[in-house]
């Protein structure tokens, strides 16, 4: 069944078979202390790490505003240094006020099969602090910041074409890997994927971020704002606009807008344009199977000589299928690894190339 972090907090609580079997469902004491030995990984046999606030604060001078590097719709993120002199992101995340002291031990737990997730395109979530009415996730830091202020703004050097294509794998395994279940037992819906999601190590290697973040929001958050509610604007899944069904395929559709934001250079929403140019899926949707029209969209900032128009076009076949408005017509995740190594393949070909081996 493609649930996992679909909204199935309810249906959960309602059957009991179900409850046995999702490892989200809430066990007081005894998943985060790992007595469940199917459900530890070779990564952190102990679990996540747990940190005091005194850590979280020595670790970020007080939450200096130097040590800022971005806020999202969860909260402030800060670069920090842990005593160990580890490197890391801390995410203070900021509750509704009515909610502020709920959930500890849900979150303990949640933050705890999350941090069991380990592959090499996932940014690893290393601990939490849960501190009274504060919350902390603790993440490996990642230096080369977010995809979308690489493709639109910091930085002079424009990415070249398999750099993008390298990315785009990246991602696509990664949120793979996700759906696939392996590692906690059920598929997880990211439901969140987006470019400023997609961070870059200091080889522009990718990894996914904030996945199942949306989950560790207790209920409220919900209601409380709107725009946050299950995602981003311009990377909803327009089935689940208007059915309100959350599927692995919502994130398919997000996918397909960050290959598109890989592929143009623009941004998946700009408010800057006129109200029809604003939704890039609108926007290039009907251009997308059109050589021609094709040469039109491609971001002016690619380098000329690092791409076949080959690999081009059957890129941008497989951005057009990820972002179809009926979900059931999407591939798949791992269907898009497999297209992404053989687009990769025959742009390395096509240019004489050596082929990329690190992909
Ligand atoms: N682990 C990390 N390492 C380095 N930088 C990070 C890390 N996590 C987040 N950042 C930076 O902080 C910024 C803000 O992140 P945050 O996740 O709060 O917001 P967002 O991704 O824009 O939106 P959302 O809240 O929906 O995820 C990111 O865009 C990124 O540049
Ligand atoms: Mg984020």
Redesign the pocket.
């Known amino acids: 069944m493609p649930f996992g972090l679909v909204s199935t907090w309810n249906k959960r609580r309602r059957s009991k078979s179900l409850e046995q079997a999702d490892p989200w469902t809430y066990k007081p004491v005894k998943l985060w202390q790992l007595e469940d030995q199917s459900l530890q990984t070779s990564k952190r046999r102990n679990g996540s790490s747990v940190f005091t606030l005194k850590e979280m604060e020595e670790a970020t001078s007080s939450f200096d505003d130097a040590k800022l ?9 800060y ?1 920090g240094n842990l005593r160990s002199g580890q490197a ?2 801390i ?1 203070k995340m900021e509750l509704p006020p009515f909610k502020e002291a709920d959930g500890e031990q849900e979150f303990r737990v949640e933050v705890d099969i999350l941090s069991r997730l380990d592959h090499p395109n996932l ?1 690893s979530l290393i601990g939490y602090c849960a501190d009274g009415k504060q919350r902390f996730l603790v ?5 080369n ?2 995809l ?2 690489h493709l639109n703004g910091i930085g002079d050097s424009k990415m070249d074409w398999p750099s993008r294509l390298r990315v785009a794998i990246g991602a696509a395994k990664g949120l793979a890997y996700l759906h696939s279940g392996t590692a906690v037992g059920i598929p997880i819906i990211h439901r ?1 994927f ?1 470019s ?2 997609v ?1 870059l190590t200091a080889d522009f290697e990718a ?1 996914i ?2 996945f199942g ?1 949306a989950k560790l929001m207790p209920k409220g958050q919900e209601m409380c704002e709107t725009a ?1 509610m299950l ?2 604007f311009g990377y909803f899944d327009p089935e689940y606009t208007s059915t309100g069904k959350l599927t692995l395929q919502s994130d398919v559709y997000a996918f397909g807008v960050v290959l598109l934001e890989l592929l143009t250079g623009r941004r998946a929403v700009d408010l800057n344009q006129g109200p029809n140019d604003q939704n890039l899926v609108l926007q290039v949707r009907n251009l997308l199977n059109s050589r021609k029209k094709l040469r039109k969209i491609m971001d002016p900032d690619l380098t000329q000589n690092s791409y076949t128009l080959e690999s081009i076009a059957m890129y941008a076949n497989l951005a057009s299928r990820c972002v179809r408005p009926e979900s059931s017509e999407r591939p798949s995740m791992g269907e898009c690894v497999k297209e992404l190594h053989l687009i990769s393949f025959i742009n390395s070909k096509g240019l004489g190339l050596a082929v990329n081996k690190r992909i």
């Open positions: 590097v971005g806020k999202g719709g969860f909260g402030r993120v670069k890391v992101a995410k940014v993440y490996e830091y990642l230096p910041g977010n979308q202020d969140d987006k400023t999601n961070l990894k971020s904030d973040l946050r995602g981003t």
